[in-house]
Nanobody, 122 residues
């Protein structure tokens, strides 16, 4: 198993930026594809971005393309989500997720963090 802990969420004005971090426990972080999901109130949890094991490939949902960047540092067992040009509709709880076998663009992951709140005001 892998234990995931998100951090970096908070309140930001529209147009601002936040950088989310997800710290993973264990010694096999590079064996997992990683993803960021988000869930707004009253809506389903949806994948925002995914990244391959090496970090060489990424995937983004259409609504965040050009604004968000997912990255990972396998030496630090950490995955990041850089969020720029934030919009009020980005407001949600953001979850870090890991999977040992699925593709990085999968909508189904096995392991989940507890989530971190991102609120974008205007």
């Amino acid at each position: 198993q892998v234990h995931l802990v998100e951090s970096g969420g908070g309140l930001v004005q529209a147009g601002g930026s936040l950088r989310l971090s997800c710290a993973a426990s264990g010694r096999t972080f590079s064996n997992y594809v990683m993803g960021w999901f988000r869930q707004a109130p009253g809506k389903e949890r949806d994948i925002v971005a995914g990244i391959s094991r090496s970090g060489g490939s990424t995937w983004y949902t259409d609504s965040v393309k050009g604004r968000f960047t997912i990255s990972r540092d396998n030496a630090k067992n950490t995955v990041y989500l850089q969020m720029n040009s934030l919009k009020p509709e980005d407001t949600a709880v953001y979850y870090c997720a890991a999977d040992p076998s699925r593709a990085y663009y999968s909508k189904e992951y096995t392991y989940w963090g507890q989530g971190t709140q991102v609120t974008v005001s205007s």
